[in-house]
């Protein structure tokens, strides 16, 4: 069992920056795909980026240009950069890989 944990979210004023870290407790070379998740109150959880074994990345619309997701295989990491961020980007942040969840991280964007 792989156990992800996610660091770096808070309070962070409109147009300032996080970056979000997730350290797995084992290889992540084993999943293709690692992703960064967020849930919003009263909303369902989405995916908000992606990125490939190879590099690959994929992002919802919503954060295209803003956000940057990355991984670190010798480090067992994954990041995520956030960049101007807005208030409708607050919500609890969980990494993942396939049936893997993190416990979840608030960022909280003031207006």
């Known amino acids: 069992q792989v156990q992800l944990v996610e660091s770096g979210g808070g309070l962070v004023p409109a147009g300032g920056s996080l970056r979000l870290s997730c350290v797995a407790s084992?290889?992540?070379?084993?999943?293709?795909?690692m992703n960064w998740y967020r849930q919003a109150p009263g909303k369902e959880r989405e995916l908000v980026a992606q990125?490939?074994?190879?590099?690959?990345?994929k992002y919802a619309d919503s954060v295209k240009g803003r956000f940057t997701i990355s991984r670190e295989d010798g480090k067992n990491m994954v990041s995520l950069q956030m960049n101007r961020l807005k208030p409708e980007d607050s919500a609890v942040y969980y990494c993942?890989?396939?049936?893997?969840w993190g416990q979840g991280i608030q960022v909280t964007v003031s207006a």
């Open positions: 993942n890989a396939l049936q893997h």
């Open positions: 084992g290889s992540i070379f084993t999943f293709n795909n």
């Open positions: 990125v490939g074994r190879w590099g690959s990345t």
